[in-house]
């Protein structure tokens, strides 16, 4: 409820915090700055809608970022996913340059976007589709569906 306090109203296509509002959010930014492992597990598994477990995202990003240092360019991919599942102004680039040069800051803004969103981190994607199923299926912030081929 604290970040939600410090949040701008949510506008179409802009981030619902600014990139350097980390501090809005303490304990997730303490938990960032400590192991960012665990705030990308949280982050992908919900933009993913739990086809990836936190802990196998996390733990990916990780061993990424102890064999390669470069753990960034994986977490950029998600920041272009919630760009594109929102609707949010950006590009490719600028989100790489954000990973690059503040990976912490850029993770703790995709972490606030989904809670801002309604989602619920500490309980996951699994969690959150239990919520939203006994509230009558009112939608909570859930991604919009991309349609697709089907068979």
């Given at each position: 409820m604290e970040a939600q306090r410090h949040a701008k109203p949510l506008a179409e296509g802009e981030w619902s915090t600014g990139f350097c509002d980390c501090f809005s959010d303490c304990k997730n930014c303490c938990i960032t700055c400590l192991c960012p492992c665990i705030t990308f597990g949280q982050v992908a598994e919900i933009v993913d809608r739990g086809s990836i477990d936190c802990c196998a995202a996390g733990a990916l990003y990780q061993l990424i970022n102890i064999l390669t240092?470069?753990?960034?360019?994986?977490?950029?991919?998600?920041?272009?996913?919630?760009?594109?599942?929102?609707?949010?102004?950006?590009?490719?680039?600028?989100?790489?340059?954000?990973?690059?040069?503040?990976e912490l800051c850029a993770l703790t803004q995709q972490y606030r976007e989904l809670k801002h969103r309604g989602f619920d981190m500490s309980v996951g994607w699994?969690?959150?589709a239990a919520r939203q199923q006994t509230q009558g299926g009112v939608a909570m912030g859930a991604p919009a569906s991309q349609g697709g081929m089907t068979r």
């Open positions: 240092y470069s753990a960034w360019m994986y977490s950029c991919c998600y920041r272009g996913k919630i760009r594109a599942q929102y609707n949010i102004r950006g590009d490719a680039c600028t989100d790489c340059l954000k990973h690059c040069c503040c699994a969690g959150n």
